[in-house]
Nanobody, 124 residues
Framework: QVQLVESGGGLVQAGGSLRLSCAASGRTFSSGSMGWFRQAPGKEREFVAS????????YYPDSVKGRFTISRNNAKNTGYLQMNSLKPEDTAVYYCAAVRLKIGSSRSDDYEYWGQGTQVTVSA
């Protein structure tokens, strides 16, 4: 059974940084992608970043490009999301997700496995 466990969320002031981690267990990912999504209260789930397990190709929406960096450590089966220059509008529950075969997808429906989420709160 595949499990994804996020960690690293918390409260930070605007302009600050946080690093989220996503540890995968139950399966070693060597293809497909890992993605990060976020959901703020009353809003739809939003794509934040994705990375291919093989090759490390990354994808970002304009809202976070230049501020967020996704990475992965295949040996540890773990992914990361480094978030810099955080803004109050980045406040949300952040979820990591994984899919075995697709790459570069920003659609949450394409992802097969999901973590439980970690809260990120950015104060003004």
């Amino acid at each position: 059974q595949v499990q994804l466990v996020e960690s690293g969320g918390g409260l930070v002031q605007a302009g600050g940084s946080l690093r989220l981690s996503c540890a995968a267990s139950g399966r070693t990912f060597s293809s497909g992608s890992m993605g990060w999504f976020r959901q703020a209260p009353g809003k739809e789930r939003e794509f934040v970043a994705s990375i291919t397990w093989a090759g490390g190709l990354t994808y970002y929406p304009d809202s976070v490009k230049g501020r967020f960096t996704i990475s992965r450590n295949n040996a540890k089966n773990t992914g990361y999301l480094q978030m810099n220059s955080l803004k109050p509008e980045d406040t949300a529950v952040y979820y990591c997700a994984a899919v075995r075969l697709k790459i570069g997808s920003s659609r949450s429906d394409d992802y097969e496995y999901w973590g439980q989420g970690t809260q990120v709160t950015v104060s003004a």
